[in-house]
């Protein structure tokens, strides 16, 4: 890995953590998840402007169904995360959220597109629930 490539992870698991302390000690709700989305939105349109000019990618019915999809499951993991920050401690609700991703991407992938993981993909699933256990203090 080059220290460009490092950097730039590090950057972004930085900016991530910052990200849901913030929403922590909001005491987030409705109000900021809006707000951080509109501010996403703003930051995010010129890149989006940019795509569909250069590389006119195909929209059809079947591509919008699956953005207004992915749109309503950010919606209501953020609004879970929230609910969760509002009642559990952090160093609780922000492993369980991290986990609960991968967890379940590697489940869905299995039973709706017949996924056939391998040995280190179930290892690795494993690993990060038992971490997740681990951190949580089961």
Not at 65 to 77: D, E, K, P, R, Y
Not at 87 to 93: A, I, M, N, T
Not at 109 to 115: L, P, S, T
Request: hydrophobic share 55%; charged share 10%.
């Amino acid at each position: 890995m080059t220290v460009f490539a490092l950097c730039t992870l590090l950057l972004s698991a930085f900016i991530h953590a910052s990200w849901n302390f913030l929403s922590k000690k909001a005491n987030g709700g409705v109000p900021f998840i809006w707000l951080f989305t509109a501010i996403a939105a703003v930051v995010y349109l010129p890149l989006a402007v940019w795509i569909v000019l250069a590389e006119k990618p195909y929209i059809g019915l079947w591509q919008i169904v699956l953005m207004i999809g992915s749109t309503l499951a950010h919606l209501s993991f953020f609004i879970v995360l929230q609910k969760g920050y509002k009642k559990g401690d952090l160093s609780l609700v922000y492993p369980v959220a991290r986990g609960t991703g991968p967890f379940l991407t590697c489940i869905l992938a299995i039973v709706f597109f017949h996924e056939k993981p391998s040995v280190w993909t179930i290892a690795g699933t494993c690993f990060i629930v038992l971490s997740v256990l681990f951190f949580t203090g089961g």
